[in-house]
C-alpha cells in the first residue's frame, strides 16, 4: 500500500467528515431558488446568530461572497481599499473591476494587517481628479501574510472612522474561525461592526463547498439577487448546506489543533538551513516561509516534495505556504519535516 499523500497545498483541500456524508445523505431539501430548501434556510439563520448580524446567504464560493460583498457596498466608478497581499486583489481575477466596476487602491503593510492611520492616507473624496472611497476591505486571518490575526481594537477603530466618513467595511473572513480561535472571542465579536462579513466553510470548516456572507438584512436581500446573477442560484443546496451546518458548529472547536500543528512545522522549518519562517511563530494554520537560501527554486522544493508524497506549493519562486488542516495530524506534519529537510538537502 503507498502511504496516504501529505496535503499541505492548502486547507481547501479537507474532506467532509463522516458526520458531514451522513448529514448530506439524510438532509431534507428544497428549491433554494424560491427559499424552500430547510436545510439552507437553517444554516442561514445560524450563520446569522454566529456572527452577530441580521441575516446571512449561502454562496458556493468565498470568491462569490467577497464578489457580492463588493457589488453591494459601492458604485462603480469607486474604489476599494485593500491590502496589497489581499485575496481580493490577487486571486479572485479582478471580479471588482468586472462586476462591481470599482479599482482596488492597494496598501502594502509588512503583516497584512491594515491600522487606520494606514487607510486614512488613501481615503479619497469625490474630486475633478480622484474617484471616492466606496469601501475597505480587510482580510481576517490574512492569508498570503501568514495567518496574521487583526487585533480587536484595530477592526475596531478602522470600523468607527470609516463609518464616520459613511464608508462601509467588508471582512473577507474566509478564516474567521480561524482568527476568533486564536483570539479566543466568539467570530460575533470580531466582526460587530464591520458591515459585511464573507466566511468560508470549505476551508478549515472541513465542508465540501459553500460559504457565507452575513450582514444587514437588506444588503443580503440584494446580494440574494446578485448571487443569481452570478449563477450561483443552486437549487437543492440542503444537501451541501447540511455539512455546512457541521462545519459551522462543530468544526472551530477543534482549529486549535491546527494552530498548534502550524507552529510544529514553524519551529522544524526554522531549523533547516536556509530556510527563512515569517511570520516566525504563526498565528493560525498558515505557515510562509522563503527558501531563497536554500539555493533552489520553491518549484524544485514542491517537486523534490511530491516525489516524497507531501504537497507544498510555492506562492513564486522564492515562497513557499503550508496551510495545516484537519486531515493531516501532527505525525503528517513530522513526516512533512522530514521529507523538506531532505528535499532542500538533496
Ligand atoms: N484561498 C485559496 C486560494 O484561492 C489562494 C487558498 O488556497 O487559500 N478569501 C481568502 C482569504 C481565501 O484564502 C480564499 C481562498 C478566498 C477568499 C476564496 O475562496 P474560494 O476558493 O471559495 O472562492
Redesign the pocket.
Known sequence: MPEPVIDLR?D?VTRPTPEMRRAMFEAEVGDDVYREDPTVNTLEERTAAVLGKEAALFVP???MG?TIAIKCLTRPGQEVICEARG?LLN?ELSMTAWFSNCLIRSIQTTDGILTWPMIEREVRPLGPHAAETGCIEI?NTH?MAGGTVYAQEVIDEICDRAHERGIPVHM?G??VFNAAAAAGRPASQICAKVDTVMC?L?KALGAPAG?MLAGPKNLIDQGRLYRKRLGGGMRQAGILAAAGLIALERMPLRLHEDHLNARLLASGLAAIPGILVEPEIPATNIVIFDVSATGKSSQEISAALKARGVLINGINATSMRA?THYDVDRRGCETALAALGEAVAA
Open positions: 492548502s481547501t464560493t468565498g470568491t467577497n485575496h486571486y482580510e492569508n473577507d474566509a478564516r468560508c470549505s460559504s496551510v
